[in-house]
């Protein structure tokens, strides 16, 4: 199993992660690294586990935040879905009310025609 070397807070770790996740576990680090960093400048120097346990609260704050956003992309997409399916199934009736209007159109001039063919005169030549 490959291991990696991340830096928190000024601190090397040596994590194992799987193969081929290498740079994915550095780029983890590096962001949560970035949470101790901002933490640490706002309220100053107050202890490496304090600082460590804050910076994951943050992080988790900002996870269940970014669940409730997909939630609610979750459920829009539904509603879209269902009014989406509303609207072809509408479409699908017009079409079949405009297919029956049609095709009783045609029986009307094909009826027209008939009659018409019937009343003309007939050329003599």
Do not use: W
């Not at 690294?33 to 901002?38: A, C, F, G, L, M």
């Not at 933490?39 to 935040?65: F, Q």
């Amino acid at each position: 199993m490959p291991e990696v070397n991340v830096e928190i807070n000024g601190r090397k770790y040596r994590m194992a992660c799987e193969e081929g996740q290498q740079q994915h576990l550095i780029g983890l680090a590096e962001r949560f690294n970035t949470h101790v960093e901002q933490l640490k400048g706002a309220v100053g120097e107050i202890g490496d586990n304090r600082l460590t346990v804050m910076a994951g609260i943050a992080v988790v704050d900002e996870l269940a935040e970014a669940e409730r956003k997909i939630k609610a992309l979750e459920n829009d997409v539904l509603v879209l879905t269902r009014a989406g399916q509303e609207v072809a199934a509408e479409i699908e009736s017009l079409e079949g009310q405009f297919a029956a209007r049609l095709s009783e159109a045609a029986r009307t001039l094909e009826g027209v025609a008939s009659v018409l063919d019937e009343a003309a005169p007939v050329p003599q030549g």
